[in-house]
């Protein structure tokens, strides 16, 4: 199976996006891959399928919450659109994400008769660093009580030297000339529907505004030095294989004072000799003797906190499932309530080799009525 694209990056917008920067990312895909304006095309038809998903999922503040924090795994099986009965009219999808706004399948754009269009951001690119991915062992014990972890990682800290502001004089920080300060390049563009202008981010300033005439020494006037950081960070109980927790600015930091990236997670969890993991509960074999399968009574199990007891029926057969109810795992907090079940098997042991004077009891216990075959 192929592995989940992250949503943030099949709309092209940066984790910080504001709920306006994802409908505007998604009108843009839809505009281009929507299969009416694609037939045949089954490339557009997939890459149409997955801006919807993204954005059902980052459009909507729960579901968006659960993903930031676990990624995929924590949206269940079938986070986005059924396709099932179609795609649906283009118009109508763009009418309903813009409360009608929408009109002539040109994406919402207002030409005011050709005169030009206005768009984008205005003002100086807030810049953000990037995020950091890493992995996480955890043993089944570990998840069944959460986790304190040491993280030892190298990222991008701001200089020490200069303060993350790229030069140790402020003074030596000047509007860049190119944009004025605005951080945006505009130009007119001349197409069959008029004039427009279209912005886009100034590459002397890398959209931030300014530029550094006298760079520091020590970081090039990037403002950021490379740094051997340790990290402690909490693992909630419940978490599973896969998972991926996000520790909110922990990442890499920006150039020019921006937003940190973040510290992403991803959870591997650890195969255990005894207990096989379903969701939030636990499954694990017993082998009892064929004694205790006939008289029944109290038998010991092991279950992750230790040693407990359960009572079994007389005549117990092989393969018998009993539940310790709440014995398995925590639901990971805000995901669920309550705990997982403990379902242990039951297997009556059978000697394959046994003494003389043991082959004589079984033969003598062979023929009772209670031991017949029904």
Not at 3 to 24: F, H, M, N, Q
Not at 110 to 121: A, L, M
Not at 161 to 173: A, L, Y
Request: hydrophobic share 30%; with cysteine.
């Amino acid at each position: 199976m192929a592995a989940k694209k992250d949503y943030y990056e099949v709309l092209g917008v940066p984790r910080t996006a504001s709920i306006d920067d994802i409908k505007k990312a998604f009108r843009d895909a839809a505009m281009k891959w929507h299969p009416h304006k694609n037939p045949g095309n089954k490339e557009a038809e997939e890459k149409y399928k997955d801006a919807a998903e993204a954005y059902s999922v980052l459009s909507d503040p729960e579901k968006r919450r659960k993903y930031d924090q676990f990624g995929h795994a924590g949206l269940g099986d079938n986070p986005g659109p059924d396709f099932s009965g179609g795609f649906g009219n283009l118009d109508d999808i763009l009418n309903n994400l813009f409360g009608g706004a929408f009109s002539g399948g040109f994406g919402g754009f207002d030409f005011g008769g050709f005169s030009g269009f206005r768009g984008g951001q205005s003002g100086p690119r807030v810049q953000r660093g990037r995020d950091i991915r890493t992995k996480v062992r955890l043993t089944l014990e570990e998840i069944a009580r959460g986790v304190e972890r040491e993280i030892s990682l190298e990222r991008n800290r701001p200089c020490p030297d200069c303060d993350g502001v790229g030069t140790k004089n402020p003074s030596d920080i000047k509007t860049c000339p190119a944009c004025g300060g605005t951080g945006q390049i505009r130009r007119t563009v001349q197409s069959i529907f008029g004039q427009s202008i279209q912005l886009s981010v100034c590459q002397q300033c890398e959209g931030t505004g300014k530029i550094v005439s006298n760079p520091c020494r020590k970081c090039s006037g990037t403002g950021l030095t490379r740094t051997k950081e340790t990290l402690k960070v909490k693992i909630p109980a419940g978490v599973e294989d896969g998972m991926q927790i996000t520790i909110r600015g922990e990442g890499h930091s920006a150039k020019k004072g921006g937003v940190n990236g973040d510290l992403l997670l991803l959870i591997q969890e650890e195969g255990h000799k005894m207990f096989k993991r379903e969701g939030s509960d636990l499954l694990t074999n017993k082998t009892i003797s064929i004694a205790e399968a006939i008289n029944g009574g109290d038998i010991d199990v092991m279950t992750l906190a230790g040693p407990a007891k359960i009572r079994i029926d007389a005549g117990t057969q092989s393969g018998t499932v009993v539940k310790m109810r709440g014995k398995g795992l925590p639901a990971v907090s805000g995901y669920g309530s309550g705990t997982g079940d403990l379902y242990v098997k039951l297997d009556v042991f059978i000697p394959r080799k046994i003494s003389r004077e043991d082959r004589d009891i079984v033969d003598r216990i062979a023929g009772a009525e209670s031991f017949k075959v029904r």
